[in-house]
């Protein structure tokens, strides 16, 4: 066996052993997260579960070791209610109201940017044609002025 076979060998065995560390830290990362967020819940958060259903906890309780999360979907008289394992919630939305300002503030920024640019595309070429008035008149002088030494000739 030459070096380079060797090298790709003990590469080989580098993944095989590397690869399951890895995905574990990362398993054991998700988990953790999962943790806390299923410890921090409480009355009033709104969710989505990771079924796609959006709703708000309206009560949580422990039954056989498993925290029962119940959550008031619809609204007005489409209202209902569902109670599902604290761990099938996907995300806890924290404030819903500076969720939608951010999103606003975000839309306003590319809007004024989208404007900045219409101006400076504006300025740009407005410039251009007073540069082009500019030249344009600078060649009928020229030509004026040829002209005028022709006849005084």
């Given amino acids: 066996m030459d070096a380079t076979q060797i090298i790709l060998i003990v590469f080989i065995v580098l993944l095989i052993i590397i690869y399951p560390i890895m995905i574990s830290a990362r398993n054991k990362k998700e988990t953790q997260r999962m943790q806390e967020q299923t410890n921090s819940l409480k009355r009033g958060d709104k969710i989505l579960t990771t079924s ?10 422990l039954e ?20 599902v394992d604290a761990y099938a919630i ?5 404030d819903e109201t500076n969720q939608v300002g951010k999103e606003n503030i975000d839309l306003k920024k590319d809007e004024d940017k989208k404007q900045d640019n219409k ?4 300025e740009i070429n407005n410039e ?26």
């Fill in 64 to 83: 056989d070791d498993k925290k029962i999360v119940t959550i008031e979907t619809g609204m007005g008289n489409n209202k209902g209610y569902l109670s």
């Fill in 128 to 153: 251009k044609s007073k540069e082009q008035s500019n030249n344009e008149q600078t060649a009928m002088d020229s030509t004026i002025t040829e002209e005028s030494q022709k006849k005084d000739k």
């Fill in 119 to 122: 101006i400076a595309d504006k």
């Fill in 52 to 61: 796609g259903v959006y709703g708000t906890i309206v009560d949580l309780h």
């Fill in 90 to 94: 996907y995300t806890v939305f924290k």
